[in-house]
Antibody, heavy 119, light 107 residues
Framework: EVQLMESGGGLAQPGGSLRLSCAAS????????MSWVRQAPGKGLEWVST????????YYTDSVKGRFTISKDFSKNTMYLQMNSLRAEDTAVYYC????????????WGLGTLVTVSS | EIVLTQSPATLSLSPGERATLSCRAS??????LDWYQQKPGQAPRLLIY???NRATGIPARFSGSGSGTDFTLTISSLEPEDFAVYHC?????????FGGGTKVEIK
């Protein structure tokens, strides 16, 4: 059974940093792309970033380029999102999602972790 | 960036009725269009991929159609568990984008 478990959310100050983790199990981690999708309170879904199955290719939405970094640790079957220079508009529930390839549908989702950016 | 416009924003229907949801893309996405269902406090769930293919375990009352820029999600007869928010998403071009969602509520 595929399981995705996010952690690392919380309260951060504007300009601060957080690192989100997504622990994966139930599938071959190195054969699937992984992504982060966020949802601001009361809003729709917004794709944030994707990393290819091998970790060699990454994609970002423009609003986080240069501030967020997605990565995979194959020894821990865990994906990360390092978030720097946080802004109020980054406040959202962050979901991790798994897909067969970088441009494939999001087959499985985690339950999400809430990030709040506020002073 | 491809903009996806979903309509209507809210659909008020009774159980047993047919629901028709629309998703329009600002430029062609071929058939790289997916639909997700999201219930309050839950993560989204993949319903339809590549415009018309049901994901594993999705009941046959859910169907998708369309290609290019105009897509439709149809729920043939609403069950109580179908009242939720539905999101479309395109994978035709980076950045990946979602529509604003359609809420299907009980009338």
């Amino acid at each position: 059974e595929v399981q995705l478990m996010e952690s690392g959310g919380g309260l951060a100050q504007p300009g601060g940093s957080l690192r989100l983790s997504c622990a994966a199990s139930g599938f071959t981690f190195g054969r699937h792309a992984m992504s982060w999708v966020r949802q601001a309170p009361g809003k729709g879904l917004e794709w944030v970033s994707t990393i290819s199955p091998t970790g060699g290719t990454t994609y970002y939405t423009d609003s986080v380029k240069g501030r967020f970094t997605i990565s995979k640790d194959f020894s821990k079957n865990t994906m990360y999102l390092q978030m720097n220079s946080l802004r109020a508009e980054d406040t959202a529930v962050y979901y991790c999602a798994q897909s067969t390839g970088s441009s494939n549908p999001f087959d499985f989702w985690g339950l999400g972790t809430l990030v709040t950016v506020s002073s | 960036e491809i903009v996806l416009t979903q309509s209507p924003a809210t659909l008020s229907l009774s159980p047993g009725e047919r629901a028709t949801l629309s998703c329009r893309a600002s430029q062609t996405v071929s058939s790289y269009l997916d639909w997700y269902q999201q219930k309050p406090g839950q993560a989204p769930r993949l319903l339809i991929y590549d415009a018309s293919n049901r994901a594993t375990g999705i009941p046959a009352r859910f169907s998708g159609s369309g290609s290019g820029t105009d897509f439709t999600l149809t729920i043939s007869s609403l069950e109580p568990e179908d009242f939720a928010v539905y999101h479309c998403q395109q994978r035709g071009n980076w950045p990946l984008t979602f529509g604003g969602g359609t809420k299907v509520e009980i009338k």
